[in-house]
């Protein structure tokens, strides 16, 4: 729940903030050493990987393999890993969860529908709350019971949604392991159609293009410490200036910070060409992170818009603020 309601439920409660920077090195540490053993490896969050051994049974057990692998990491980081090995991702990583803590759990293909059978239906990934409580009024609590209905009428009942689930829930996943590509930092400038000095009209822009890059990060579940500006006057002289900040990927701060940096950097009152925004410094985590003692109204504010982006594309709503820069654009 939000930080604000818990303390009002408990107010003497002591509130320890989490510290992204000391997660993300350790997940830079642990990316490193499955890095220099694994054949092809996906990075899923801060702290899941997924690793895909095909074909590295010709040569040892891949359970073999991923205990040495558990002990290297403990070793050089410290760290207690989970595992769980088996025929694809949704079933290794169920296989994983039911394996905590510091467990380690091999579903060989013959085993994969005793092990799912009497789980409950809240076990399968991206299964949700109002998905559940549908399949629920219905009695489908357990995987056994949503893995053999007809899944003609799951799809009916949940749309494409439910033959997926269906689909998890007699063990099938033909999602490939996505290799492990590390992303610096995310970047949006625009160049004007003519070089300008119109201050507001420059500000709106970069409401527009930090809530753009703000969207981005979360989308993809990253939170950024370094946010830099970058103007170009137009006799194409280029200037940047960038502020470390705590994690974050909310709207609000990186647009404040996005408008103090272009005070700084602005200062010969020249006619402007270019202007852009660059977030740096990426690590994987949940916006609520950053949005520890912000208003749940916020919050609220953001996972809403943040819908209605994902469903209609990017710009559909936006502040007032940046009303200027849109009429500009035209």
């Not at 201050?199 to 370094?226: D, N, P, W």
Request: aromatic share 8%; glycine share 6%.
């Amino acid at each position: 729940m939000p930080m604000r309601y818990a303390l009002q439920l408990c107010p003497d409660a002591q509130v320890i903030k989490g510290d992204m920077e000391l997660y993300s090195n350790y997940s830079k540490l642990v990316t490193t050493i499955i890095r220099e053993s694994a054949p092809k490896f996906e990075k899923a969050s801060v702290d899941e990987f997924y690793i895909d051994m095909t074909g590295m049974e010709r040569y040892r057990t891949c359970y073999k393999w991923a205990n040495e692998l558990v002990r290297t990491v403990k070793k050089e980081a410290g760290l207690t890993i989970s595992f769980g090995l088996s025929i694809n991702k949704t079933v290794s990583k169920m296989a994983t969860n039911e394996s905590k803590p510091a467990g380690r759990l091999e579903v060989p293909a013959g085993n994969v529908q005793p092990f799912l059978n009497p789980l409950s239906i809240a076990k399968i990934p991206m299964l949700g709350k109002k998905t559940f409580a549908t399949l629920s009024r219905i009695g489908v609590r357990k995987i056994k019971t949503l893995a053999e209905m007809p899944v003609e009428f799951m799809e009916r009942l949940l749309g494409k949604n439910g033959k997926s689930l269906w689909e998890k829930a007699n063990g099938v996943d033909t999602q490939a392991v996505i290799p492990y590509v590390e992303k610096k930092s995310i970047s949006a400038e625009r160049t004007f159609s003519q070089d300008t000095i119109d201050i507001k009209y420059i500000k709106a822009l970069l409401i527009k293009l930090v809530e753009g890059l703000a969207f981005e990060l979360r989308k993809s579940k990253k939170l950024t410490s370094v946010i830099t500006v970058k103007i170009r006057y137009t006799n194409f002289d280029t200037y940047t200036r960038q502020r470390r900040i705590s994690y974050t990927a909310s709207n609000h701060r990186l647009i404040q910070i996005a408008h103090e940096l272009f005070d700084q950097l602005y200062e010969r009152r020249m006619l402007i060409r270019l202007v852009g925004v660059r977030c740096s410094g990426l690590v994987s985590g949940h916006p609520q992170i950053d949005l520890f003692n912000d208003p749940p109204e916020m919050i609220r504010l953001y996972q809403a818009m943040d819908r209605i982006h994902r469903r209609f594309g990017k710009g559909v709503v936006q502040k007032a603020a940046c009303l200027p820069a849109v009429a500009g654009s035209e």
